[in-house]
C-alpha cells in the first residue's frame, strides 16, 4: 500500500485532474497551461502539502529563480496578506525570495541596485512603483520586473492592480446611497498614485450626486494607524461634523473607529466608517468594517506567475512583451455603516406668565 506521506507528481495529477506532464509543466513554468488549469494545480499541490524535488527539477532544467521583493509598507495586515501570497506560489515554481526593506523616508533605488547587483532573476515591486527613478533603473537595467497595485502603471514594466478610481467610487456611491450628504474623506500617501485615483474617484461620485466638495471634509493621510487618529481628530471636531467617513485604507479606518469611540460616538449610529483594502484588521475591530476588498494575496501570487513567465521566457531567448492584470474588486458591507441618525429639531418651549 502506498504512503501518502509524500504525495507524488502523479497523486498531484489525479487531485487536480489533470495528466502528471501538466503537473511537470506547471512546475516548470510553461507559458502554453492556461491560467484555470495552472490554479487547479497550485490548489492540489496546497491541499496534499506536496513540496516538489528540487533535484529532479534541476535535472530537467528547471534551475531555481531568485526573487528579489522591495517593500516599504506601513501597513502590517497589508504586508502580511502580499508575503502570504508570494509564500504561495514560491514553492510551485521553484522560486527564491530576497526580502528587501526600503525605509519610509527612502526611495528604493539603492536597495534594487543591490537586489540587481546579488544577481536576482527578477523584482516584486508594491506601491514604490511610483518612484520614477526606480522605474526607470529598472527599465534600463533589463530586469524583468512586475508592479503590485500601482495607480498609474508604466508601460515599461508588467503589473498586477485593481481599479482604485471604480473601488472608491462605488464605495463613496454606496455612503451617498445610504443618506449621507456630508462625507469625510482621509486620503492615502501623497506619493502613491493609488492615492490620487481614490480620491478623484471618491470627488466625482460627489459631483455626479450634486453634493458640495468641502476642502475642509478631504485630510491628508499616510496609510499609517497614526495618521488616521489625527485625521479623524480633524474631522470630527469639524461643525457640523460629517455623518460619514470613508478612509483609503484599513489602518486609518480602524483609527477612525477609535477616535470616535472615544468622542462616545456610536459607530455606525452616529458616524459610518469605511476602509479600503479587507486585510485582516477589518474583522478584528468593532464594528467590523464595511470596506473594499482588495485581493491583496492573490495579486502578490498573480505577480509572482507573470514575472516566472518573463524569466523563463528571457532564458528561452523569447521577448517577453510586458503586460498589465487588472483584478476585480468587491464592495464588503459589514456592521460600520448605517443611514444617518435623524435627529428631532430642537423644540422651543415658551412659559407663559400668569
Not at 502539502?49 to 526573487?67: D, F, H, K, M, W
Request: with cysteine; glycine share 6%; charged share 20%.
Amino acid at each position: 500500500m502506498t504512503s501518502k506521506a509524500n504525495p507524488t507528481m502523479s497523486d498531484v495529477a489525479r487531485k487536480a485532474g489533470v495528466s502528471p506532464m501538466t503537473v511537470s509543466r506547471v512546475l516548470n513554468g510553461d507559458t502554453r497551461v492556461r491560467e484555470a488549469t495552472r490554479q487547479l494545480v497550485a490548489d492540489a499541490m496546497t491541499a496534499l502539502s506536496y513540496v516538489p524535488n528540487q533535484a529532479a527539477q534541476r535535472l530537467a532544467g528547471a534551475r531555481a529563480i531568485r526573487i528579489g521583493f522591495l517593500y516599504s509598507n506601513p501597513s502590517a495586515g497589508y504586508l502580511s496578506e502580499f508575503l502570504v501570497g508570494l509564500l504561495n506560489q514560491a514553492s510551485p515554481h521553484n522560486v527564491q525570495l530576497v526580502v528587501e526593506k526600503c525605509e519610509a523616508d527612502e526611495h528604493g533605488v539603492e536597495q534594487a541596485r543591490r537586489l540587481i547587483d546579488n544577481g536576482v532573476d527578477g523584482i516584486i515591486l508594491p506601491p514604490l512603483c511610483d518612484i520614477a527613478e526606480l522605474v526607470d533603473l529598472l527599465a534600463q537595467s533589463g530586469t524583468p520586473a512586475v508592479t503590485v497595485a500601482c495607480g498609474q502603471p508604466d508601460d515599461r514594466l508588467s503589473g498586477v492592480r485593481i481599479d482604485d478610481y471604480q473601488a472608491a467610487h462605488a464605495m463613496a456611491c454606496h455612503l451617498i446611497a445610504l443618506g449621507h450628504q456630508c462625507i469625510g474623506f482621509v486620503a492615502g500617501h501623497p506619493n502613491q498614485t493609488a492615492s490620487a485615483r481614490r480620491l478623484q474617484g471618491f470627488k466625482d461620485a460627489l459631483a455626479e450626486h450634486h453634493l458640495p466638495q468641502a476642502p475642509e471634509l478631504i485630510v491628508q493621510g499616510l496609510f499609517t494607524y497614526r495618521s488616521g487618529l489625527d485625521a479623524a481628530e480633524q474631522l470630527l471636531a469639524q461643525e457640523p461634523r460629517p455623518t460619514a467617513i470613508f478612509a483609503s485604507n484599513d489602518d486609518m479606518a480602524a483609527a477612525v473607529v477609535a477616535i470616535a469611540h472615544r468622542l462616545a460616538l456610536d459607530v455606525p449610529g452616529d458616524l459610518t466608517v469605511a476602509g479600503f483594502d479587507d486585510t485582516a484588521l477589518a474583522t478584528t475591530i468593532w464594528p467590523e468594517l464595511t470596506t473594499v476588498r482588495q485581493p491583496i494575496a492573490e495579486m502578490a501570487e498573480a505577480a509572482v506567475r507573470a514575472l516566472v513567465r518573463q524569466i523563463r521566457d528571457r532564458r528561452d531567448g523569447a521577448p517577453a512583451a510586458p503586460q498589465q492584470v487588472v483584478m476585480d474588486h468587491a464592495l464588503i458591507r459589514r456592521q460600520s455603516d448605517a443611514a444617518p441618525r435623524v435627529r428631532p429639531p430642537a423644540r422651543v418651549v415658551t412659559r407663559l406668565r400668569m
